[in-house]
């Protein structure tokens, strides 16, 4: 296997480990020459998954697309990249399962958002936006609204102590709903 750090073509592999289910093969390898490591992976050839694009063209799915996508949303956050590859993994072992050989552009966001709501809900909102296409803040406001839990009956009337206290809902300036936790302020 050639380094991609120095080009040399001689390595040992130092750890070889089974993934996605059986399906491939991750190894740790060391460069003969500048020592560094890097990792490899080995699949199964299978027929090729073709993804329908909204616009109605077919394309061959390219594992590097959603490796981007998903590299882009969590750009900058607390993620570590086994964490991502195996987010990336378990979507292509959903549609691996479903042994289908065409899949719609729009299932494969679907999936990678539902997963990035459990790993890492501002790497959901990103993602989100560009894959819904957010033209105004509201779409924003109504997706974090979407991750909140909803509130119980009585949260947010005070804290029950009979000081009159209570939340009020004005809006802001951008239109957005912003709750105060007393009255007037």
């Given at each position: 296997?050639?380094?991609?750090?120095?080009?040399?073509?001689?390595?040992?592999?130092?750890?070889?480990?089974?993934?996605?289910?059986?399906?491939?093969?991750?190894?740790?390898?060391?460069?003969?020459?500048?020592?560094?490591?890097?990792?490899?992976?080995?699949?199964?050839?299978?027929?090729?998954?073709?993804?329908?694009?909204?616009?109605?063209?077919?394309?061959?799915?390219?594992?590097?697309?959603?490796?981007?996508?998903?590299?882009?949303?969590?750009?900058?956050?607390?993620?570590?990249?086994?964490?991502?590859?195996?987010?990336?993994?378990?979507?292509e072992n959903e549609f691996a399962r479903?042994?289908?050989?065409?899949?719609?552009?729009?299932?494969?966001?679907?999936?990678?958002?539902?997963?990035?709501?459990?790993?890492?809900?501002?790497?959901?909102?990103?993602?989100?936006?560009?894959?819904?296409?957010?033209?105004?803040?509201?779409?924003?406001?109504?997706?974090i609204r979407s991750l909140l839990p909803?509130?119980?009956?009585?949260?947010?009337?005070?804290?029950?102590?009979?000081?009159?206290?209570?939340?009020?809902?004005?809006?802001?300036?951008?239109?957005?709903?912003?709750?105060?936790?007393?009255?007037?302020?």
């Amino acid at each position: 296997m050639k380094c991609p750090h120095c080009g040399h073509s001689e390595d040992k592999v130092i750890d070889s480990r089974s993934i996605r289910e059986g399906g491939a093969v991750r190894r740790r390898r060391e460069c003969d020459l500048c020592h560094r490591r890097f990792t490899t992976y080995e699949y199964v050839e299978s027929a090729a998954l073709q993804v329908i694009k909204r616009d109605g063209r077919r394309e061959p799915f390219q594992r590097d697309k959603l490796v981007k996508g998903v590299r882009q949303a969590l750009h900058k956050r607390p993620v570590s990249t086994q964490a991502m590859e195996e987010l990336v993994e378990r979507i292509e072992n959903e549609f691996a399962r479903d042994g289908i050989m065409e899949l719609e552009s729009r299932r494969i966001g679907e999936s990678v958002m539902a997963e990035l709501a459990q790993l890492d809900q501002v790497a959901y909102i990103r993602f989100a936006s560009v894959y819904r296409q957010f033209r105004d803040v509201q779409q924003f406001v109504d997706t974090i609204r979407s991750l909140l839990p909803e509130k119980k009956a009585g949260d947010g009337a005070g804290n029950g102590d009979g000081d009159g206290e209570k939340a009020v809902s004005r809006e802001s300036e951008e239109g957005a709903e912003i709750e105060t936790d007393r009255a007037g302020e």
